[in-house]
């Protein structure tokens, strides 16, 4: 487990991070959303133990993180711009990665490097963007560590790329456990892998929520009334937390259990009722606008 608590980090007299209190749950897939310069690399880099905090402390499985090789052991951190030696290959580079990290296994990596048709000995100066952000990944998976902190880690992929990288997660959660770190600016890059998702702002963390139960009591729905009175009936027997209206159409955001939504409209007549599942962006817009946020002003699509 990956624990932060009230970390603060400033540049220049300009806070980067103010009282973050995050943890990071073994086996589960952690996602960090939040425009450019809310502060997710800041917070990976002091996880990562590449910046000291200010203020607060960061712990794994318990042990200071800051200074501690022991401590680092444990995760690999993949930044937003990886890093790779001047005219290294991906052989180089894996032969540098089994230097720090023992249990790295050289025999996965082989087959995973030929699996997303890598070249092993061309020079990594002469892939494309998301070319060098496929190697990143597959060395860090491939050290064999407990975590993986990866930022933007989505950014340069193409849709297939995309596809591969969240089937690799999976697999090295199931088969070893692997608790992956995610950044992004964009709430629909992580909609359908993390079990968990925070969101930042302007260095604070507005919210950090498992999305089973982001997703408990809340509803959307979709539905032509009848007679127009009765979406005010509605709204007196549910708590309606947005209500859009695209000419007779209804899209509201309601809490409740789907059984008492059913039961409330059985009673009610409509020329078109539905009940649809909530995207990762409407939870959160629901309960950020509940706090004062507007997320759609936050979060960059």
């Known amino acids: ?32 959303v939040g425009t450019n310069g809310a502060g997710k690399s800041t917070l990976l880099r002091l996880m990562a133990g590449v910046l000291k905090p200010d203020a607060g402390t960061i712990t794994v499985d318990g042990q200071p993180v800051w200074d501690d090789p022991k401590a680092k052991s444990q995760f690999v951190f993949v930044s937003d711009d990886p890093y790779f030696f001047n005219n290294a290959t991906p052989k180089d580079m894996a032969d540098y990665y089994r230097s720090l990290y023992p249990a790295f296994d050289k025999a996965q990596f082989d087959r995973l490097i030929k699996a997303f048709d890598l070249e092993m000995t061309r020079r990594v100066a002469t892939f494309s963007k998301g070319m060098k952000r496929q190697l990143a990944i597959l060395l860090a998976v491939c050290a064999k560590t407990k975590y993986v902190l990866l930022d933007e880690t989505f950014d340069g992929l193409d849709p297939v790329m995309r596809a591969a990288v969240k089937s690799l997660f999976a697999n090295e959660m199931s088969e070893r456990g692997l608790t992956p770190l995610i950044s992004s600016h964009s709430l629909r890059e992580l909609e359908d892998i993390c079990d968990h998702v925070g969101l930042l702002h302007k260095g604070g963390l507005l919210l950090s929520e498992d999305l089973d139960d982001m997703k408990t009591g809340l509803l959307k729905l979709q539905c032509v009334f009848s007679d127009e ?21 209804h899209v509201m955001t309601v809490r409740g259990t789907r059984e008492q939504v059913t039961e409330i409209f059985s009673h ?29 002003k936050l979060i960059i699509q």
Do not use: H, W
């Open 1 to 32: 487990m990956i624990e932060t608590k009230d970390l603060c980090k400033s540049f220049d007299g300009a806070k980067a991070l103010d009282k973050v209190t995050l943890t990071v749950s073994d086996g589960e897939i952690t996602g960090l």
């Open 229 to 249: 009175n009765d979406a005010q009936n509605v709204s007196k027997s549910l708590k309606v937390l947005s209500d859009e209206r695209q000419g007779r159409l």
């Open 268 to 296: 009610i007549d409509t020329v078109f009722f539905e009940i649809l599942p909530l995207t990762l962006e409407e939870l959160f817009i629901a309960e950020t606008e509940g706090a004062g946020y507007d997320v759609r």
